[in-house]
T-cell receptor
Framework: AQKITQTQPGMFVQEKEAVTLDCTYD???????LFWYKQPSSGEMIFLIY??????QNATEGRYSLNFQKARKSANLVISASQLGDSAMYFC??????????????FGSGTRLQVQP | NAGVTQTPKFRVLKTGQSMTLLCAQD?????MYWYRQDPGMGLRLIHYSVGEGTTAKGEVPDGYNVSRLKKQNFLLGLESAAPSQTSVYFCASRDTLTAFFGQGTRLTVV
């Protein structure tokens, strides 16, 4: 079974500062993918970034980067130069077991980020 | 550029009533999913489909049924709604990597 743990229910950050949102995962599958989604107050789920278990380098997408530490089973999201529009709920998710056919995402409980001016 | 469209967006049901949530995607994706989102619990998988005519149970399937008669549509049914099914429901479809989500349906069962 797969499990995602997000231990920070809420985080505050000052505008223009960097912030790290924690995510740890558990799976016995050697092949898996890790995802981060943003859910603003309007409710939609927005894909931010992806990291594959065999990727040698940490993923980056604009101001988002994923700090992937495989041995520690952590996949923290780093947002640089926070903006007011970054205030949202952030979910870490995993898909594991590429040969099972299920291939659904398992989500963590989320972290609510509030960016302060 | 519709992507994944869910209807309706809001609904209030009385206990025991039935309803169907419709999910439509225009990206020709094989995989489709229904999740529910409850406060403090993230998204949990209800049912999923790996292609037209196929469905399978997720982690919280009780009280729900699904059908995938056409590749682009994935229907979620509640035969006899219960207050415990008050939630926000998300449909998603995915390509080889990324899952794309609908806007969500907020369902209240009173």
């Amino acid at each position: 079974a797969q499990k995602i743990t997000q231990t920070q229910p809420g985080m505050f950050v000052q505008e223009k500062e960097a912030v790290t949102l924690d995510c740890t995962y558990d799976t016995s599958d050697p092949s898996y993918g890790l995802f981060w989604y943003k859910q603003p107050s309007s409710g939609e789920m927005i894909f931010l970034i992806y990291q594959g278990s065999y990727d040698q380098q940490n993923a980056t997408e604009g101001r988002y980067s994923l700090n992937f530490q495989k041995a520690r089973k952590s996949a923290n999201l780093v947002i640089s130069a926070s903006q007011l529009g970054d205030s949202a709920m952030y979910f870490c998710a995993m898909r594991a077991g590429w040969d099972t056919g299920r291939r659904a995402l398992t989500f963590g409980s989320g972290t609510r980020l509030q960016v302060q001016p | 550029n519709a992507g994944v469209t869910q209807t309706p967006k809001f609904r209030v049901l009385k206990t025991g009533q039935s309803m169907t949530l419709l999910c439509a995607q225009d990206m020709n994706h094989e995989y489709m999913y229904w999740y529910r989102q409850d406060p403090g619990m993230g998204l949990r998988l209800i049912h999923y489909s790996v292609g037209e005519g196929t469905t399978a149970k997720g982690e919280v399937p009780d009280g729900y049924n699904v059908s995938r008669l056409k590749k682009q549509n994935f229907l979620l049914g509640l035969e006899s709604a219960a207050p415990s099914q008050t939630s926000v429901y998300f449909c998603a479809s995915r390509d080889t990597l990324t899952a794309f989500f609908g806007q969500g349906t907020r369902l209240t069962v009173v």
